[in-house]
Each structure stands twice: as structure tokens, then as C-alpha cells.
């Protein structure tokens, strides 16, 4: 059973636009939401993360818009840069203990074009 | 990528022969991850292990074993490779409730 769902899949963004990718959870009992950043034939590397008792956090160009009610998050890119291009996954845990084990959405590849 | 090597990068097998990857880390962190990363998947949970012998079962372990004798190491042994598990293998760490991922291990069973 998926228990965080990922969309788009994949999404092309003009270079300077905005790029937003969603994610909606149904296990209630996640407290932790952290995105990953992955390029080609590299590891996923942690990106930017948010806990929900806040409803936004930014980190530079990247912002993540947490809706508990909903149980949705999303990432935005300001400014997308060709740079930018990669795959993203959201995840979710829950316990907001260490060693809490992750579960990923599917992955949107994302491509800026110059 | 955080202290953490993975070994080997590529690997090649035959049906029905056991496999052992390799994950190091150099940041003592208690805890490590090993996931399976397939397309349409995302990242799936192996195994993980919560210190020295402590290990448990993720989301898909079945066919896969693991053993951490050490801080450093946590070994994934496919006991009898089949097709279904060519895929890339990644390890990850974490002190805090944040994991840090390898570099991964692409792995073919033929």
C-alpha cells in the first residue's frame, strides 16, 4: 500500500519559473516530511524538511507549504535553474524519533529548460 | 554523500547465486538503511539496523538478509538472486530522525 502519493510524475519548467510538486499522505501518525534531491547515478540527498506544526518553511530558493487538514505537502523551486534539473521524492515518517524509518513517494523528474 | 561508501558500484550475477553488498560509514551513527530504488517505486525499505546485531525487516524483505557485526558496516545478502531484484541498492545513515544516502549499488541478476 502507497502511503504517500507523488504528482506529476515528471514536469518541465521554463528557466526562472516556479516548480511545484505535491504530495499527499493518508497515515495520519507522520510527523516528519523531508524532500530529497537526486542526479543521475547519485544518491538522494536530503533537501529541505518540515514538521507539522508549521505551515511553511524556506530554505533559499526552495520552499516546502505543509496543509495538515488536507494531509498534503508540497515542495516550490523559485526561480528554477537548468542546475535544478533532477529527480525529487518526498517522504514521510512518523515516531519523530531518531531511526524513524521513511516512507517515499514515487519521484517527479524535473527538467528546466534554459 | 556523508561518510558512506557503498560496494561494489556494479555488479552482474547469475540467477540463484548469493550476492553481498556492502555498506561503511565513517560518521558513527547509530543507525543505517538499506532501500531498494526501482522506477515507479521511489525508495523501498529492505532492512534496518538500530545498532551493533539489532537489525528489523522493512516493506520488502523478503529474499533479502542483513548483519551489522560492526558500527561501520551493514552487509545485505541476497541469499538466491532472481531477476526481480536487479535494481539499485542504496544504504543510508542517521544519527537523528534526518538519513543521509550512498552513492548506491546498481545490481543485475541475469
Known amino acids: 500500500q502507497q502511503q504517500v502519493k507523488q504528482s506529476p510524475q515528471s514536469l518541465i519548467v521554463q528557466k526562472g519559473g516556479i516548480s511545484i510538486i505535491n504530495c499527499a499522505y493518508e497515515?495520519?501518525?507522520?510527523?516528519?516530511f523531508p524532500w530529497y534531491q537526486q542526479f543521475p547515478g547519485k544518491g538522494p540527498a536530503l533537501l529541505i524538511a518540515?514538521?507539522?506544526?508549521?505551515s511553511e518553511k524556506k530554505e533559499g530558493r526552495f520552499t516546502i507549504s505543509f496543509n495538515k487538514s488536507a494531509k498534503q505537502f508540497s515542495l516550490h523551486i523559485m526561480d528554477s535553474q537548468p542546475g535544478d534539473s533532477a529527480t525529487y521524492f518526498c517522504?514521510?515518517?512518523?515516531?519523530?524519533?531518531?531511526?524513524?524509518?521513511?516512507?517515499f513517494g514515487e519521484g517527479t523528474q524535473l527538467t528546466v529548460n534554459p | 554523500d556523508a561518510g558512506i561508501t557503498q560496494s561494489p558500484r556494479h555488479k552482474v550475477t547469475e540467477t540463484g547465486t548469493p550476492v553481498t553488498l556492502r555498506c561503511h560509514q565513517t560518521?558513527?551513527?547509530?543507525?543505517m538503511y538499506w532501500y531498494r530504488q526501482d522506477p515507479g517505486h521511489g525508495l523501498r525499505l529492505i532492512h534496518y539496523?538500530?545498532?551493533?546485531?539489532?537489525?528489523d525487516k522493512g516493506e520488502v524483505s523478503d529474499g533479502y538478509s542483513v548483519s551489522r557485526s560492526k558500527t561501520e558496516d551493514f552487509l545485505l545478502t541476497l541469499e538466491s538472486a532472481t531477476s526481480s531484484q536487479t535494481s539499485v541498492y542504496f544504504c543510508?545513515?542517521?544519527?537523528?530522525?534526518?538519513?543521509?544516502f550512498g552513492p548506491g549499488t546498481r545490481l543485475t541478476v541475469t
Open positions: 560518521e558513527n551513527h547509530r543507525y
Open positions: 497515515n495520519t501518525a507522520f510527523d516528519y
Open positions: 539496523s538500530y545498532g551493533v546485531k539489532d537489525t
Open positions: 518540515i514538521r507539522p506544526d508549521v
Open positions: 543510508a545513515i542517521s544519527e537523528s530522525v534526518s538519513q543521509y
Open positions: 517522504a514521510a515518517s512518523h515516531g519523530g524519533t531518531s531511526g524513524s524509518r521513511l516512507t
